[in-house]
């Protein structure tokens, strides 16, 4: 029993004495730039449309539920889900992304260079 106080009582003094110094850091400190990956444009554009929706993801099942009640629905489906576009060069559907609930908003110039 004596044993055991004596190990704690060691123990305690041992922790409390650590807490109480400070480490110096030595040397220098350096700092790194977060480097930009600079590549050829992928798009030339002026101009960018951005969409957006509020839609919740626990409305998932919804969206599954009403899939087949209407044109709407079924296109609503194929955006959010990801059927639609099936390519990059289709951009019809664009026009009745806002029959949807998608906000389009163009994204201001001065942007473009972050953007790239």
């Known amino acids: 029993m004596k044993n055991t106080v004596l190990l704690l009582s060691i123990l305690l003094l041992g922790f409390n004495s650590k807490s109480n110094?400070?480490?110096?850091p030595t040397g220098e400190l350096i700092t790194y730039e977060k480097?930009?990956?600079?590549s050829e444009k992928y798009f030339n554009y002026d101009e960018i449309i951005h969409y957006?929706?509020?839609?919740?993801?626990?409305?998932?099942?919804?969206?599954?539920?009403?899939?087949g009640k209407s044109e709407k629905d079924s296109f609503r489906f194929g955006v959010?889900?990801?059927?639609?576009?099936?390519?990059?060069?289709?951009?019809?559907?664009?026009?009745?992304?806002?029959t949807i609930g998608y906000e389009k908003t163009s994204v201001n110039s001065k942007k473009f260079e972050e953007i790239d």
Request: proline share 2%; net charge positive.
């Open 35 to 38: 480097s930009r990956i600079i």
């Open 21 to 24: 110094q400070k480490v110096k």
């Open 80 to 98: 959010i889900v990801g059927k639609i576009p099936k390519s990059i060069n289709e951009v019809g559907f664009l026009d009745k992304l806002e």
């Open 52 to 67: 957006k929706n509020d839609f919740k993801e626990e409305k998932i099942a919804e969206l599954y539920d009403n899939y």
